[in-house]
């Protein structure tokens, strides 16, 4: 992290804890502390369904606490198998959703996204 000028990291809605992202900043400020070199950070949220209560709340938190990583755009979940699928499977097995990064609207998500890394690379 030192070396870098950014820190791109990917957030998924489904699964992020507070302690998870709360992490990465504790990291980010301990550097700042030090007097070292700190990245800025870039939270690209994936997974995000807007249908669900868990995913509105996250990004919500997100950009109030987060504002100036925020990368402005979010990739949207897309699952092959719906995960109503997966809860008759045992545990132990890999879960079968899967991201689907051809798909069109995916495909869309991911374009505005990294367009908009480019332009804050272009900052530096």
């Avoid at 209560?53 to 997100?62: A, D, P, Q």
């Avoid at 699928?85 to 689907?100: F, G, I």
């Amino acid at each position: 992290l030192v070396a870098s000028d950014f820190c791109i990291s990917p957030i998924r809605l489904d699964a992020l804890s507070a302690k998870s992202i709360g992490f990465i900043v504790n990291e980010f400020e301990g550097l700042i502390e030090s007097s070292l070199p700190c990245p800025r950070m870039i939270c690209v949220p994936t997974f995000h369904n807007p249908q669900t209560k868990r995913s509105n709340l996250i990004m919500e938190g997100l950009w109030k606490n987060y504002a100036e990583a925020m990368i402005g755009k979010e990739i949207r979940g897309s699952e092959i198998f719906p995960k109503s699928l997966l809860k008759a499977l045992p545990r132990e097995r890999m879960p079968v959703s899967l991201q689907y990064p051809t798909n069109p609207v995916i495909t869309e998500d991911l374009k505005i996204i990294a367009s908009a890394i480019i332009e804050r690379f272009k900052s530096i």
